[in-house]
Every structure is written in C-alpha cells, then in structure tokens.
C-alpha cells in the first residue's frame, strides 16, 4: 500500500514523501530510504529497494532532500544542518504511522542523504541500521560521537571522487559495518548488475539487523 504524506519540519516548511506499507503485515519495521540528489537513477533504485522490502514485511519511507531548498554541494556542518534536521522530522513522523514498530528503523542514504544519516545516527538512537550509498565524506567535525549502529558501505568502483574520501568515513563506526565496493558501478549505480547488488545488499542488510513485521493471519 502508498501512502503520500507530508509533514512539518522544524524549520516551518513542510515535506513531502511516500509511505509503503506491506499489506498483510503488522508490527513492522521501516526503513527511510532518501535521496541526496536529483537523478531519477538514485530515485528507480530506491523504489525497487522498497518493493523489495515490502515483499519481506518491512516498511519503506522515501524522501527526497535534492527537492527541498535546493542542492547541497558543500558538505560542511551549516549546509548538512538542513538535510540532519529532516530525517529527525521524518522519524517523528513515522511515530504516528499506525503498524510501524518504531523501536525499529533502518536509514539508507544515497548522495549527501548518506553523510546526513551517518551524522544523524551519531546522536539519534532511533537509528538501528544504516546503509550509506554513494555517500561523501563530510567536511565537517562532526559526528561528535562515534557510530554504533550496524553500517553498510556502498560504493561504485568506478565512482571515484566518491571512493577516494569514502574511506574515511569508517573512522566513526565502533558498531558492526562492512565497506562493499561494487564492480562496474558509477555514482549512480545505473549498471543493472550494479544496481541489482546495490538492492540485494541493501535489503540483506535491513532485514538482517531490522527483522520483519508480523505476518497478520488474515493475510
């Protein structure tokens, strides 16, 4: 089931997304799965994640940052503040989704949307499970705490101004992670054996460390 919402966020304005809900499933956990650019590609991806995950009783919220205020290029603590503050509205908003299990939220972030998780988890423990596609190394102190969260880390082979830094994004995960770097993949992932590992590692790992909902008996 689509569900299209919208809700406010701390600055006043409001975002829009889309809720996808497993039919037949209870209780089930949600993965935020938001985007930090404008490409269809990193959007088709995201849609084929969560049909995925739908059909394994998981629960997906897909946001776009690229649309609200504009495209960050500058990955420095005033310019990720907007996209930081967001994601917390989001997972506000989930709180009163009825059949969500909100103890048990996953972040995929693709593009900038991923340095906003990676520094959202850092102080938000809602967070239980992160995926960071294509994300860039923030320019930035923070996060001011380490990462505990379960992490996986997608990057393209062939995306290398991405790569080069990407690296240094594990010096804040002090929980389980795994760094994967795909064969034949750009920024985008639009190779369709790319973006087919991209989705299976993505749902793997949600429901490897989320768990699913209950499958109702009506169902």
Known sequence: MDVPLWFPTVAGTFLSAL????????NVPVAILCRGDPSPLADGLDLRIARELEGRGIASLML???????????????????????????????????????GRIGVSGSDIAGTAALLRASFDPRIRALVLRAAPAPTTQLPTEPVTVPTLILVGDDDLLVRAG???????????????????????????????????????WFCRFLGAGVKSRSA
Do not use: M
Not at 183 to 202: I, L, R, V, Y
């Open 19 to 26: 809720f996808i809900v497993p039919d037949g499933w209870l």
């Open 166 to 204: 990407t690296r240094t994004l594990e010096k804040w995960l002090t929980g389980p992670y795994e760094f994967v770097v795909v064969p034949g993949a750009g920024h985008h992932f639009a190779d369709p054996n790319a973006s087919e590992a991209a989705c299976s590692q993505t749902v793997d």
């Open 64 to 102: 776009d940052f690229s649309s609200g205020g504009g495209r960050v290029t500058r990955l420095t603590q005033a310019t990720l503040q907007g996209p930081i503050e967001d994601l917390g509205s989001a997972i506000d908003e989930l709180r009163i989704q009825r059949g969500v299990d909100v």
